[in-house]
């Protein structure tokens, strides 16, 4: 993830995602052809690596495509898309492994994979931008400073007739693959100086209220086997359908607090002198406490024979919680770092899938040692935990962000523009 998001940055965003679309599509392929386990981890690897570009880089492209009123409603719909997908995928690939095989599984999603791939190309330009080369530099208008005190029919001026500007791309010109470089800065360097970004408190918020709660919820599909096998009696396909309660949420939470994010934020902002604040976007972090309800009320309910709807509900309100405040804390962090957003992506969401990774050895462990309402009262702990941070940063916010923007030195992480796309910009 860290690797894509420097070669994003060298050579631009379009070559990525088509490079990475690929690169899922080939190993889905291999996986439904492995022979082994050790394939099969193998191909699962190289899939990884191909599906971080949809993480680390989707916000990094709205912050060169939108203004900032509407980033917050695509940052819900990019949530929405995630969240979907691990809810529905599940679900339709234990029926498909039920009803045929687990071959049948990775070859059904090799298909949406290569129409995938083909969409990209056709419909993900080059967003990556540098102003340097869109300005055509052009000779100014010089004059005797003497003549000044002369008459203006006496004044020697020199009228140099200003070139239009440069045309935007057509759609032709915009499929093709190879865009050239974007920086002349090393490839190692950049990618070092991702983690500078460590330093930064931004990092830190959006690793907790973010990123942790992603693992949460992760752990909840994961455990879900073992609550619902315990205290309900279910079989794999109804465990499976217990995840259409997670579907409900994040399409609630897409239609309600989609548009609300960007007009929300505009109508504070009028109320403000018409100053924008990126903090305002920080109010929308209450709705992780929708997500300590659910783990609270799910060990509660569970512990006083809660019926099955009523956890399905919990997770619900899980999944709403996530969409909505995770789209938040994504938005603020591209309102605070804006181009370099992509490198704190990276190092948060490289860091939350190794405490995923790691916490799958010990999850199912715990809920069968200490029980599902200690098991859940502890997640609904660290959700409130993680919530907290929101509070210093929405009172510490400005702050921050002079002290950000006072360091350059820690904190640029911007590519310098290719000396020889202004040179080219210069002869043009």
């Given at each position: 993830m860290v690797l894509q998001n420097a070669l994003a940055v060298k050579f631009g965003h379009r070559i990525v995602y088509l490079v990475s679309s690929l690169l899922m599509f080939i190993s889905c392929i291999w996986c439904a052809l492995s022979p082994n386990l050790a394939s099969i981890r193998a191909s699962r690897f190289f899939q990884g690596c191909g599906m971080s570009a949809g993480q680390g880089l989707v916000p990094s492209t709205f912050e060169q495509m939108y203004y900032v009123h509407e980033r917050g409603s695509r940052s819900v719909i990019w949530n929405f898309s995630i969240m979907a997908g691990i809810t529905l995928g599940p679900l339709v690939c234990s029926y498909v492994i039920q009803n045929l095989t687990w071959e049948f599984g990775f070859w059904f999603v090799s298909i949406a994979l290569g129409i995938a791939t083909v969409m990209v190309f056709l419909f993900v330009p080059e967003t990556t931008f540098h102003r340097a080369k869109a300005i055509r530099p052009t000779k100014e208008q010089t004059f005797d400073r003497s003549s000044m005190?002369?008459?203006?029919?006496?004044?020697?001026?020199?009228?140099?007739?200003?070139?239009?500007?440069?045309?935007?791309?057509?759609?032709?010109?915009?499929?093709?693959?190879?865009?050239?470089?974007?920086?002349?800065?090393?490839?190692?360097?950049?990618?070092?100086?991702?983690?500078?970004?460590?330093?930064?408190?931004?990092?830190?918020?959006?690793?907790?209220?973010?990123?942790?709660?992603?693992?949460?919820?992760?752990?909840?599909?994961?455990?879900?086997?073992?609550?619902?096998?315990?205290?309900?009696?279910?079989?794999a396909a109804q465990i499976g359908l217990t995840n259409l309660g997670g579907i409900v949420g994040i399409v609630l939470a897409m239609l309600v607090t989609g548009p609300l994010n960007d007009w929300g934020v505009v109508w504070i902002s009028k109320r403000n002198r018409g100053i924008y604040e990126p903090e305002f976007r920080l109010m929308f972090m209450i709705s992780m406490l929708f997500g300590v309800s659910g783990y609270v009320g799910w060990a509660v309910g569970n512990d006083h024979h809660m019926p099955w709807i009523g956890a399905v509900a919990c997770i619900t309100m899980l999944n709403f919680s996530m969409v909505v405040s995770g789209s938040a804390a994504v938005t603020y962090l591209l309102d605070t770092h804006r181009e370099n957003a992509l490198h704190i992506l990276a190092v948060t969401n490289f860091a939350k899938n190794m405490v995923l990774y790691g916490s799958t050895f010990f999850a199912n462990g715990i809920i069968l040692d200490r029980g599902v309402k200690v098991s859940l009262l502890i997640l609904g702990a660290c959700q409130a935990f993680c919530w907290l941070a929101s509070i210093p940063m929405y009172i510490f916010g400005k702050r921050v962000r002079?002290?950000?923007?006072?360091?350059?030195?820690v904190y640029r992480g911007e590519a310098i523009p290719n000396e020889q796309v202004l040179e080219k910009s210069a002869r043009n």
């Open positions: 005190e002369k008459s203006l029919s006496e004044t020697d001026i020199q009228v140099v007739e200003r070139e239009p500007p440069l045309a935007p791309p057509g759609y032709i010109s915009g499929l093709k693959i190879w865009h050239g470089t974007y920086t002349n800065e090393n490839l190692l360097r950049i990618f070092l100086r991702q983690f500078t970004f460590v330093l930064s408190p931004v990092a830190w918020f959006v690793f907790l209220t973010y990123g942790m709660q992603t693992v949460w919820l992760s752990l909840v599909p994961l455990c879900s086997a073992t609550i619902f096998t315990l205290e309900y009696n279910f079989n002079s002290f950000i923007a006072r360091h350059p030195e």
